[in-house]
């Protein structure tokens, strides 16, 4: 019998970790989101994005960030903004104070500098941080676990893995770039969703998830993934991620099988070993890339603007 022990969230779901999220809401304000969260002991991210944006790449960039936000795996968040962004970071801060986050924001024009919002963003982070805190793993239904699948590689275990995962009640979300080549049988009629739209089906496909591997698990954390297996393309290493432990699958041959002390499951893996190290790693245990310290962060766009 597979048990979770999760960090329960007053929003719903479970997460595998508590991270306190500083946000960047413009590459513009990266440096002062990241020196937050080093006083801190907060998580960040650094982007290029934020600025230039147009249209429907507006939108689901912001639904991206709020997605990320809204994982269960982040306890609070601190949306820091530099205040001239076409992504507004004050927009995505009330989005999700609206759906009843507990969410901070810090502007750097609005606080008069870097200096200044630094040190308001400081205090935000370490009162979010005492709140995060108290919160401590207890027993949460499998219900509340949605794996977020990431595949650049075709792979048999992949729809082994899936029945596995939804037969015992989690849900599965897929990012790729290939889904009708990699998954011609596996996913059949199910759903296709947006970034940073919560999954209700047992098994959906995640629209516009990326090109790449990183923007690939981007995309699943932002559809509420607590834990991303990733089916890395077969020339390329393993990949980490900021909020989400990565429980990453070897192939059988080539680059991979001389690395394979990298990956979390072997090229001879069953899709049963996969599993079982989703639990493990859901209750604690630190996947490789989180053994590594090994980060990665890339968002999908939709067009090629700055």
Known sequence: MTVLEGYGRPTGGA??????????????????????AQATGATSVSHQHGCGHIGADIVQTRQLFVGLAANPNV???????LGCETVRGDVVAKELQRRGYDTRFVGIQKSGGNAAAREAGIDHARQLREA????????VE????????VASRADDRIGELIALATGHGARVVIATSAAAALFPGEIGAAPVIDIGDEPTAPVSVIRNAGSGGAQLLAAAAACRAQVLVEFA???????????????SVAAAEGLHRLIEGEFDALGRSRA????DQIARVYNGA??????????????PRLMRTM
């Open 132 to 139: 995060a805190d108290v919160i401590t793993r207890s027993r």
């Open 233 to 247: 393309a077969a020339d390329q290493p393993p990949l980490g991620f900021p909020l989400a432990p990565v429980v």
């Open 142 to 149: 499998i219900s509340d676990l949605t794996v977020g699948l």
């Open 15 to 36: 997460g595998a970790r508590n991270h306190v999220f500083v946000l960047p809401s413009v590459v513009c304000s990266a440096l002062v989101a990241r020196e937050i």
């Open 286 to 299: 630190e996947s490789k890339a989180e053994l590594r310290d090994s980060t990665i962060f890339a968002i």
């Open 272 to 275: 049963a070993d996969v599993w």
């Open 75 to 81: 306890a609070r968040s601190l949306v820091v903004s």
